[in-house]
């Protein structure tokens, strides 16, 4: 089975820039949000359709990066 429907993003999230990363494997769409600068994602969620996927995982990184403290250099 191979992917379709590949679309990479880059946002800014919470004041973090993001990349989005969602595709089709089968009949299911599958999102990945990660942290740009050290690359460690942040949430991965699948759905029905593109925008179910994206959303999901958009709302679930968007959780965890508004905890997150910013230290000041």
């Known amino acids: ?3 379709q429907e590949y679309k990479e993003t880059k946002l800014e ?3 973090w820039p ?3 990363t969602s595709y089709k ?3 299911r769409f599958y999102c990945k949000v990660d942290n740009v600068s050290p690359g460690a994602w942040l949430a991965r969620t699948t759905g029905a359709t593109r925008e ?3 959303q999901a995982a958009l709302e679930r990184a ?3 990066l508004g ?3 910013r230290q000041a250099v």
């Open 25 to 27: 494997l089968g009949d």
């Open 1 to 3: 089975m191979t992917s």
């Open 52 to 54: 179910e996927a994206e």
């Open 62 to 64: 968007r959780q965890m």
């Open 67 to 69: 905890r997150t403290r």
């Open 18 to 20: 993001v990349n989005v």
């Open 13 to 15: 999230l919470e004041g």
